[in-house]
């Protein structure tokens, strides 16, 4: 498969949600340059993004929105279950864990580790042991693991984690995670993203 | 003020973190080449980001730590308090609340709102209804609002931030926000970086 550049695929999730936007609408068709302007990007990218993946319909007369969809959803992998468990139950765990977005694109919540179990559920989702990180992930089938512990932590969750298999981690730690080549990360870091708005803030720099 | 490119600004809470990191560890110098691993680009990327704000060292000498950490902390306006609300007392606006690391850097978030008070008090922070909000904001100094509802009421809260004049938003529900040119948007979508990850693991694109 052809590379696709990293700022492509994070505008895939993006063109994903508005075209959904658009079928819940009732909208049949979309054009490059309708399109262009939820994305705020040209209609030539539109079309040079979606050459990635084949075209995916024809210039002239737009795209078949419901078609689109369905392409998107199966080139994001959302077509499918992941089962995904959560490292660290303190606030962003408990967010993440009660999240039920997740749940319509086959995300599943199958559990939350601790060091310090204080509810053995969590918005229906249960609470175990660090301990039992292991014996979890080798009887169960575990696709992605969220490090929502605090930073001091994550970097021995992070060897667990792919000591045990996993390859697939979505990392809400405040910290740059080193990773063999096998294994994806992505990474929330919310104090660097207040950090941008307050740069923005302070520069007067709105854009 | 000359404009800072996107991907740089992106890069300032990264390097600030980094610094940060080697001023505890009693680093007290730091060449470009050093920075550049932590920061996974080039040296003389490194050099060009920091000309953007007059250079802040002598090259060959490297960069000194601690003065480093203090130029990006006032350039990033850390060095100020800012007054956070957030609108949305759900799982995310509850672990907004609760998310000590950012009173460290001067960001204390002083009210939550919500269209049903279940609390009066979330981690010492006062919840009020969503009534009170504009009231709440012409009398007290609010620097940032967050907009942590869902996507349904992200766009009448989005309107009602902007009517009373604040004129930053961090928002975490999933859609475009639309504002004004003098206000800053910065957001978070934690479904549009699973989707990334799905993606990428769908794709056996790991990087």
Not at 2 to 8: G, I, M, P, R
Not at 37 to 63: K, L, P, W
Not at 123 to 135: A, L
């Amino acid at each position: 498969m052809k590379t696709v550049s990293e700022a492509v695929i994070k505008r895939l999730p993006r063109y994903y949600r508005h075209l959904k936007r658009l079928q819940l609408s009732g909208v049949e068709r979309v054009s490059s340059k309708r399109l262009a302007e939820f994305m705020d990007i040209t209609a030539s990218q539109v079309r040079q993004d979606f050459s990635n993946f084949g075209g995916f319909g024809q210039q002239g007369y737009g795209y078949d929105v419901s078609k689109l969809v369905d392409e998107l959803r199966e080139i994001l992998g959302l077509a499918e279950r992941h089962n995904i468990v959560i490292i660290g139950a303190g606030n962003i765990g408990r967010a993440l864990a009660g999240y039920v977005g997740f749940q319509k694109e086959g995300f599943y919540v199958t559990a939350l580790f601790d060091v310090d179990v204080k509810n053995t559920e969590i918005d229906g989702v249960p609470v175990y042991h660090i301990d039992e990180f292991e014996r979890f992930v080798n009887s169960e089938k575990v696709d992605v693991a969220v490090i929502a512990t605090k930073s001091d932590g994550a970097l021995e969750v992070k060897d667990r984690i792919i000591k045990v298999g996993i390859k697939s981690i979505w990392n809400f730690a405040p910290v740059s995670l080193d990773v063999p080549d096998d294994v994806t990360v992505e990474s929330i870091n919310m104090s660097e993203s207040l950090y941008v708005l307050s740069y923005k803030m302070k520069s007067g720099n709105t854009k």
